[in-house]
């Protein structure tokens, strides 16, 4: 732990706290009760549902006192990090799910394996959500929101083209004739970021699952398929050449919304994004096609992780009370996820009949989680530069992944 606080201290030591957003600051507590500080990293308006249903935390526990701080979504990560490196964490924060095994492995995550077993709540949970929040088989935090990949689909261009819609059952082969039928002047039949970041590994990675590889297996046939895959569309102009600079939002406001592409792999949150930019567009979405191995997706979404034990008692009852299934149901639908919860899906009308949001709840059953990690920006770094090394033509397939695999073999050393 001391070696990796170090490490992180000396290129983070001229980072300062950036606080974005309100904050609800509780007074100084009474005698008798228990004041404890919770982070967050949600935008404006998800922040007001979370600290809503912090004053009922309250109102239900009167020992407990909650201070709130909002840090905007780029930098908690790095305070988080300097603030254990000076002992100054909250007693509880949320966190993105690829960031939960790298504060375990440092030792600044809590051990809450005891009394998540006790909860007895667990295994209510969607597999891929509570593996992001386990490290060496132990639990340090609780999956809290979910988002996940599957396919968009534009109805208008398939319709005009005298193409079926793809539907659950659809298969690798389908998919890419799909996206070379669907491919004329007018529109690509296919769009996905292969931007060189953290999106284009969540995009990517499902690919190499549904092949049979992962992560820590690229220098093997199967992972060497789902990227010829992604090339071959790549280079036989089915996908814009565009894509290799551009984030998921950029992708799906220059290319899916505007009717230039018959398909996406796209995130449940972009369904927002497609509503404010082109409410009108007639879409639908179907999961993944299923390749050699399966059809898996990749999740993304946040944890809540206890970074202090001095108070664990009061802050393991505000996350427990934060993940019941009626308060799950209640965050993630108002702010626009899914529940990580099986049981809480189940209850919702939203996530069982909305014909787009049913879709990305069915995927999520069948999700896997980054890593996880403790060093997963690093892994996914290789991973990126594999693909782009790749589309790019600076390397074969072959080549492209036997260096990322080697890359990671040194980090996993």
């Known amino acids: 732990m001391k070696k990796f606080l170090s490490i992180v201290m000396v290129s983070l030591l001229a980072a300062s706290f950036v606080f974005a957003g309100g904050s609800k600051e509780s007074a100084a507590a009474d005698d008798g009760k228990t004041t404890i500080e919770l982070w967050y990293h949600i935008s404006p308006n998800q922040a007001a549902i979370l600290l ?79 593996m992001s929040a386990m490290y060496e088989g132990r639990y340090y935090g609780l999956p809290y929101y979910s988002n996940c990949l599957a396919i968009m689909y534009n109805k208008d261009i398939f319709d005009e083209m005298g193409v079926p819609y793809p539907t659950a059952d659809w298969t690798w082969d389908d998919f890419v004739r799909l996206a070379k039928e669907l491919t004329t002047p007018e529109h690509y039949g296919l769009t996905m970021c292969l931007y060189r ?81 082109n409410p009108d567009l007639n879409y639908g979405v179907v999961t993944f096609a299923h390749g050699p191995a399966n059809a898996a997706s990749c999740i993304g979404g946040g944890n809540i992780m206890m970074l202090k034990d001095d108070n664990k008692e009061a802050s393991w009852r505000l996350m427990k009370f934060l993940s019941e299934p009626e308060n799950s149901l209640y965050y993630n639908e108002k702010c626009g996820y899914i529940s990580p919860r099986e049981d809480a899906v189940a209850m919702s009308e939203l996530w069982t009949t909305d014909p787009i949001l049913s879709v990305y709840a069915e995927q ?25 090394s790749v589309l790019s033509n600076n390397a074969t397939v072959e080549a492209a992944l036997a260096t990322a695999a080697a890359t990671i073999a040194e980090i996993e050393g």
């Not at 690093?378 to 782009?388: D, G, L, M, P």
Request: hydrophobic share 40%; charged share 20%; aromatic share 8%.
């Open 52 to 130: 809503e249903m912090v004053d009922k935390f309250e109102e239900e526990n009167p020992d407990v006192v909650v201070e709130t701080q909002s840090i905007a979504f780029a930098e908690i990560k790095k305070q988080l990090t300097i603030g254990a490196a000076a002992r100054q964490v909250p007693d509880v924060t949320l966190c993105d799910t690829v960031d939960n095994a790298s504060f375990a492995a440092a030792g600044v995550a809590v051990d809450i394996t005891d009394e998540v077993e006790a909860w007895g709540e667990i295994d209510n949970y969607f597999d891929a959500p509570r």
């Open 197 to 277: 970041s953290e999106e284009g590994t969540f995009n990517v990675l499902p690919f190499i699952w549904q092949a049979g590889a992962d992560w820590d297996s690229l220098d093997t046939p199967e992972a060497a398929e789902a990227l010829t895959m992604i090339n071959d569309l790549y280079q036989g102009g089915y996908m814009s050449k565009e894509l290799i600079s551009m984030t998921q939002a950029d992708m799906t406001s220059a290319l899916f919304a505007s009717g230039k592409s018959a398909m996406m792999v796209a995130g449940s949150w972009l369904n927002t994004n497609i509503q404010n930019e």
């Open 364 to 388: 999520l059953s069948t999700s896997l989680p980054r890593g996880p990690h403790p060093r997963w920006p690093e892994v996914s770094s290789a991973i990126q530069t594999a693909f782009q």
